[in-house]
């Protein structure tokens, strides 16, 4: 492209995705650059170049060769327009392509309870406009990607940014971004009572990790059906239950702050009757092997315990 060349006489480096630039005119050769796809992607490298040029500070923006391109003396006509440029907004523009960026970067990774839409990878390497929903990356250069494109395959002609899906959000990430960790799927457990740990990318097995322990799944909300489909887990729950009215005659006492004190981590067992974690059903799919009973039968004699406190500090008072 003329304009990089122009451009790189004034600066010894562009920011990203300039330097994409040289990528593609390496990938695209032949017969390829003439196809429909490729066109395509050039045209939204353009625009995103020179976005990029323009909400950068001078003099990057006030080059002499990229004004002279943005002209419509010099016959491109409608460039501005295409990139949302219309001079008084240059002091807006960095935080609007930031905002952008986090929004198709991918990496706020949510609580997902049902299983994303699936695509080819074809279909959404477009829907992510050909970058890893990680880092932006660009992982695709041409259409000589979709070929190979087995997933988790490398680019052709050397290039080092292959791509995977993550199994947990259906997207695609580069081989940086994605390392074949592989964690349980809460959607996957919620949906089909499959614990068979999926590849994720990097984020996500990092989320996955995190919430692990947190009671953050409403199963009578989510997927009620596995109560009667798992005679354990529903027993459990209906222990919860009595537990949790239990607890309620505690409430207002020092020894309701006591006991939640005591349990620590566990003290949600008491305190609510349909969140679970992670941890809870995989402990659930164990069967009799669960430690989920025991640790329900331990916050039972805490519970006790303080139950019987609290009745004899009410009966010395009355007494």
């Known amino acids: 492209m003329k304009l990089q060349s122009d451009l790189n006489r004034c600066f010894p480096r562009l920011p990203r995705p300039w330097e994409e630039v040289r990528l593609d005119k390496f990938l695209n050769f032949g017969h390829l650059r003439f196809s429909a796809t490729v066109i395509e992607e050039r045209r939204e490298l353009l625009q995103e170049c020179l976005r990029v040029a323009c909400a950068s500070p001078p003099p990057l923006c006030t080059a002499e060769p990229l004004l002279r391109f943005l002209s419509p003396e010099g016959g491109e006509h409608g460039i501005l327009q295409q990139i949302g ?37 074809h279909e959404q390497l477009q829907v992510q406009h050909g970058r890893c929903a990680g880092c932006s990356v660009r992982i695709r250069g041409n259409t000589w990607t979709l070929p190979f494109g087995v997933i988790g395959a490398p680019l052709p002609f050397g290039s080092n940014k292959g791509f ?44 996955l990790t995190s919430i692990a322990d947190q009671p953050i799944l409403c199963v009578s909300a989510i997927r009620p059906q596995l109560f009667s489909r798992i005679p354990l887990f529903q027993k ?30 566990r ?50 008072k009355t007494g």
């Open 85 to 121: 440029f219309n001079g008084s907004n240059q002091a807006r523009m960095p935080m609007e392509l930031g905002a952008r960026e986090c929004e198709t970067s991918g990496q706020s990774v949510r609580l997902l309870v049902e299983e994303p839409q699936s695509r080819s990878a």
């Open 164 to 207: 995977a899906l993550c199994e947990y959000t259906k997207q695609l990430y580069c081989t940086d971004c994605h390392q074949n960790q592989r964690s349980i799927l809460p959607w996957c457990v919620l949906q089909n009572w499959d614990f068979c740990p999926g590849r994720v990318s990097d984020v996500a097995h990092e989320y």
């Open 236 to 265: 459990l729950r209906d222990q919860r239950i009595s537990l949790h009215k239990r607890f309620l005659r505690l409430h207002g006492t020092r020894h309701e702050h006591e006991l939640v004190q005591a349990l620590g981590h």
């Open 267 to 316: 003290a949600y067992y008491l305190e609510n009757t349909e969140f679970w974690s992670m941890s809870d059903l995989v402990s659930v799919s164990k069967g009799a092997y669960s430690e989920l009973p025991g640790v329900l039968e331990q916050c039972e004699k805490d519970l006790q315990q303080h139950t019987w406190e609290a009745l004899r500090e009410s009966n010395f």
